[in-house]
């Protein structure tokens, strides 16, 4: 069955500092993952999938089949990015995209 | 162009009574889907409509929920005899793509009370 895991309910990052926000998944197929992100009174949004290998807002994920993750990171973390941020998994057959239970992120000035 | 929109925006209700919560998907987005946003909880997938039909309706929590699609277009999520436990966040999300690997446009949601 499909699960994805969010270790970190909330992580706090100055300013600056260098940001990982952690998933790790569990799909014996290949799986196709995303980061969804969530600012403060505005909708959830798509941020990035791993299909495309993009840099979205200084951010990139990497999909490592090995140790079955897609962690989110950035080099500088800036204020702007706090945010509820959620990885999500989707399959090939499946009819829905299947949700962590988010990270809170908060950069401290 | 318009996103996807939900009504009503909040909705205080009191235990037992029913409610129904509505969405309005982008033009054109074949694939519809309702999730529940709980407090700690992530999002859980409630329902997909692929046009006017729902495929796949195991994430409903129980038969009181219940939920319909016209036109292709505009969907109801219907919770009857409302409890306590249903109080949560629902977010409707529409995609061009059927199934699971398709961007996901979500509502701004509809916020629930049951007192």
């Known amino acids: 069955a499909q699960r994805v895991t969010q270790p970190e309910k909330l992580l706090s990052v100055f300013k600056g500092a260098p940001v990982e926000l952690k998933c790790n998944y569990s799909?014996?197929?290949?799986?196709?993952l995303f980061w969804y992100v969530q600012y403060s009174r505005q909708r959830l949004q798509l941020l990035l999938r791993h299909i495309s290998r993009e840099s979205i807002k200084g951010f990139t994920a990497d999909l490592n089949k090995g140790e079955t993750s897609f962690h989110l990171k950035k080099p500088f973390a800036q204020e702007e990015d706090s945010a509820m941020y959620y990885c999500?998994?989707?399959?090939?057959?499946?009819?829905?995209?299947?949700f962590g239970t988010g990270t809170r992120l908060t950069v401290i000035p | 162009g318009a996103g996807v929109s939900q009504s009503p925006s909040n909705k205080v209700t009191e235990k037992g009574k029913d409610v129904e919560l509505r969405c309005d998907p982008i033009s054109g987005h074949t694939a519809l889907y309702w999730y529940r946003q709980s407090l700690g909880q992530g999002l859980e997938f409630l329902i997909y409509f692929q046009g006017n039909s729902a495929p796949d309706k195991s994430g409903l929590p129980s038969d009181r929920f219940s939920a319909e699609r016209t036109g292709g277009s505009v969907s109801t999520l219907t919770i009857q005899r409302t409890q306590q436990e249903d109080s949560a966040v629902y977010l409707c999300?529409?995609?061009?793509?059927?199934?699971?690997?398709?961007?996901?446009?979500f509502g701004p949601g509809t916020r629930l009370t049951v007192t």
């Open positions: 999300a529409s995609s061009l793509s059927q199934g699971g690997l398709g961007e996901q446009y």
């Open positions: 999500a998994l989707g399959s090939p057959g499946a009819n829905n995209l299947f």
């Open positions: 799909y014996s197929g290949s799986p196709e």
